[in-house]
């Protein structure tokens, strides 16, 4: 996670995170990457390799909210046919994806809240 102003950038397959302090972490060690810094910039070089090893990268906005993604085109040996397949699906079938979706963001949130103990997290269970 990148939280701070920052500058990203490839070299030699490792990350390298240039904020306070210079940091590197190689490519192999990151599975996701989550920039929730506006001020965070990043070279095309790394995007691209990023995309290349499949490693997510989600970008916040300004009040750190998850505000999409990054996504290769080529994931797998039939993306392309599933997202045919997927834009085809009737209105039905696109809401209740949405509705499973959001199901389940609000049951990991009331159950975050319980963790940690706030009284909140009762008013998600309705």
């Known amino acids: 996670m990148v939280s701070g102003i920052a500058k990203l950038d490839l070299r030699l397959n490792y990350l390298v995170i240039r904020g306070r302090d210079l940091r590197k972490i190689h490519l192999?060690?990151?599975?996701?990457?989550?920039?929730?810094?506006?001020?965070?910039?990043?070279?095309?070089?790394?995007?691209?390799?990023?995309?290349?090893r499949k490693i997510k990268v989600v970008f916040c906005d300004e009040r750190r909210n998850p505000y999409g993604e990054l996504m290769p085109y080529y994931g797998s040996h039939d993306s392309t046919e599933k997202l045919r397949v997927q834009i085809k699906w009737k209105t039905d079938n696109k809401q209740g994806v949405w509705r499973e979706i959001v199901r389940g963001k609000i049951i990991n949130q009331r159950n975050?809240?319980?963790?940690?103990?706030?009284?909140?997290?009762?008013?998600?269970?309705e």
């Open 28 to 52: 192999s060690e990151i599975s996701l990457l989550v920039i929730e810094n506006t001020a965070v910039s990043l070279t095309a070089a790394l995007l691209c390799e990023l995309n290349k």
């Open 112 to 125: 975050v809240l319980s963790k940690y103990e706030r009284e909140q997290y009762s008013m998600l269970d």
